[in-house]
């Protein structure tokens, strides 16, 4: 995976608060096997504090302590930084996705709103409640921003056995704003019945997330960044979408369960088994057309 050196970061995508001090409330939920299981129930990413009931009730309702994006506006600014640190690269993928869509939108006579992305550590507040690192990474539709603890990148590799790389770290990010898509056009709300399962409408909804993040990775080497009007992400090899591939297939219900509670249980699930999850993000790959990503059908 490869950036335009020459390209421009836009950071104003990016609200960096690692190491800031959350005020306010309680975390909660905390390390150890309390964190493990809320890890294992958000399986791993797409779902906010709220939905997996973890928000106290009672902390206040604010932002991150900074939206000042101070970290990368200093360190990432040309497609020459994503190459070479991390927190960079993700604000390049941020930026192509939100290319991309804004784009695509345009093209179906709509209209794109944009969403942030923030970097965190340990614990942040969101509209939808206080959430740990334990979490995974989520999407908030209150407040219709992307939460990143970087760390989780690390633990995606050693807990969830994926082989890594920056391109199932973009994978993430491109579900979450795929959950981002389903906000703006009405089928999010679709995962809020409760319900769980194999064919659940929770299922339904990750499964779509990971095809409209197949959907960016087909197109993203073809969609003009607006400082230089040349794609921003230059090149994507058969080995990034491997590892794309295998980073959804590690956070498959099935697999999670598997390695977690010694048995499948497929009246749990809530976001598709490995298959599924790799089915629908080839899906999306393959053919780059958000249409062919309903699930629902």
């Known amino acids: 995976m490869q950036f335009d050196d020459d390209a421009n970061l836009d950071t104003s995508e990016v609200k960096d608060v690692r190491g800031s001090r959350v005020p306010g409330g309680r975390a ?15 399986l791993v990413f797409g779902v906010s504090p709220d939905q997996l009931g973890l928000s106290t009730g009672n902390e206040p309702q604010v932002g991150p302590t900074s939206s ?12 020459q930084d994503a190459n070479r640190r991390e927190d960079c690269r993700l604000v390049a993928v941020t930026n192509s996705t939100q290319d991309f869509w804004r784009q695509e939108f345009a093209r179906r006579g709509g209209t ?5 992305t923030v970097f965190f ?19 908030c539709p209150a407040d219709r921003q992307v939460y990143l603890d970087l760390g989780f990148f690390e633990e995606l590799r050693t807990k969830f056995g994926a082989t890594g790389g920056p391109f199932a770290q973009a994978y993430v990010v491109a579900h979450e704003y795929g959950h981002h898509i389903q906000n703006l056009t009405g089928t999010l709300q679709r995962a809020q019945d409760g319900r769980q399962g194999a ?3 929770a299922v339904k909804v990750e499964l779509q997330a990971d095809c409209y993040a197949g959907v960016w990775a087909h197109h993203a080497t073809r969609t003009p960044d607006e400082s230089t009007g040349r794609p921003l992400i230059t090149l994507l090899t058969d080995q990034d979408i491997r590892d794309g591939l295998d980073a959804a297939a590690a956070v498959g219900d099935d697999r999670i369960q598997e390695k977690f509670q010694g048995r499948v249980t497929p009246e749990s699930w809530t976001h598709g088994s490995a298959e599924q999850r790799q089915q629908w993000f080839y899906q999306g790959y393959r053919t780059g057309d958000m249409a062919r990503c309903n699930t629902f059908r």
């Open 68 to 79: 000042s994006a101070a970290q990368v506006q200093q360190a990432c600014r040309t497609g």
């Open 112 to 116: 794109y709103s944009p969403a942030s």
């Open 28 to 42: 909660t939920i905390g390390g150890g096997i309390a964190g493990l299981v809320a890890l294992v129930l958000a």
């Open 121 to 139: 550590t340990g614990r942040v507040n969101t509209a939808c409640g206080t959430a740990t690192s334990a979490v995974g990474p989520f999407y």
């Open 199 to 201: 064919n659940s409408n």
